[in-house]
């Protein structure tokens, strides 16, 4: 007797375990069907059948789950919500009217009865029911909306004073969570672009914000993106549109890039005399080695002057042939 009392809650423990997956009490009373209390231990004290009551009762605590409770709209809510149920079957003709709504293809509704919002979700778009007087909706437009930043003066990561300003597009993915989890989510996410842009290009140089903006924008849309998860919106593409310099600093980096065009320029035109002075040596060597070079020279330059059409041409004489000739006079 006293090795089947012992090896009771073993066995006890086994077929809890066995049974996991069924409630708390469909657990218990399987296991007091199986084996009942006052059959398998007479002629016991009252020490000893308290004990083993104990034993079979006993439900280890890794298998209590604990269930939330809901208590739904109460006692008070069920009959309001039957008596306005009551009124609108009553005046039913003319609580039609009032009872269906219709939302737009781009809407969705979301339906509070008494307070709460009911299950399911959004309603629409299309038809729905509402009872007129315990039931309020708010529709939430599920389009993509754009909004333009204002301009931010910031203070760049060099000391730079610019103004930014951007356009942010985005849309209400979960409409429950939109009216639910904050007030007003269009204010809230313009004010957070805001924030952002400030917070992101405050990190940056000029010459990052100058070039980079594309990235700059890309970051800026992870950040919103994941800021407003929980609002139940989905940023889908932030753009830099302007970025204005103060006016002393866009004439430094004119001038800045006039002097290196300028420079530039130098080199280029120095270049172009080294060259040229190179090809004039090389022709100076031909026509060394051809006297008659010299004259083909000659009368190609007359034929160039004639052709813009001069009023004055210049004949160049050798000074051997002007020597001879004052020669002869003398």
């Not at 993509?144 to 356009?167: A, H």
């Not at 290196?260 to 090389?282: C, D, F, P, Q, T």
Request: one cysteine or more; aromatic letters at 6%.
């Amino acid at each position: 007797m006293r090795e089947r009392t012992r090896t009771q809650p073993r066995q006890d423990t086994a077929r809890l375990q066995h049974t996991g997956n069924l409630p708390t009490c469909l657990r218990t009373g399987a296991l007091l069907k199986r084996r009942p209390l006052l059959t398998t231990v007479p002629h016991t004290s009252f020490f000893q059948l308290f004990r083993l009551s104990r034993q079979l009762f006993y439900i280890p605590r890794f298998l209590i789950v604990e269930h939330s409770v809901d208590t739904g709209l109460g006692l008070c809510g069920w009959i309001l919500v039957i008596t306005s149920l009551f009124f609108t079957i009553i005046t039913f003709p003319i609580s039609i009217w009032m009872c269906i709504k219709i939302i737009k293809e781009y809407e969705r509704a979301i339906i509070f009865r008494l307070g709460r919002i009911l299950k399911g979700g959004a309603k629409g778009p299309g038809l729905f029911f509402v009872l007129p007087c315990t039931d309020s909706f708010i529709k939430v437009d599920m389009r993509t909306i754009s909004f333009d930043i204002p301009p931010q003066e910031i203070l760049t990561k060099d000391s730079v004073t610019i103004n930014v300003d951007g356009v942010v597009y985005y849309r209400v993915q979960n409409a429950t969570l939109a009216v639910a989890n904050i007030t007003n989510a269009d204010s809230a996410t313009r004010l957070l672009a805001q924030t952002t842009l400030r917070n992101v290009l405050g990190t940056k140089n000029l010459s990052q914000i100058l070039s980079d903006r594309e990235e700059i924008a890309h970051s800026m849309q992870a950040t919103l993106d994941e800021a407003t998860d929980d609002w139940g919106i989905k940023v889908e593409r932030v753009e830099i549109k302007d970025v204005k310099l103060p006016v002393q600093l866009q004439r430094a980096m004119a001038a800045e890039a006039e002097a290196a065009r300028e420079a530039r320029a130098k080199v280029i035109a120095a270049e172009g005399e080294m060259n040229a002075s190179r090809a004039l040596k090389e022709a100076s060597m031909v026509i060394t080695e051809s006297p008659a070079a010299l004259q083909l020279r000659y009368l190609q330059t007359l034929t160039t002057i004639a052709a813009e059409k001069n009023s004055t041409i210049v004949f160049p004489l050798p000074i051997n042939m002007l020597q001879g000739l004052l020669g002869a006079s003398r």
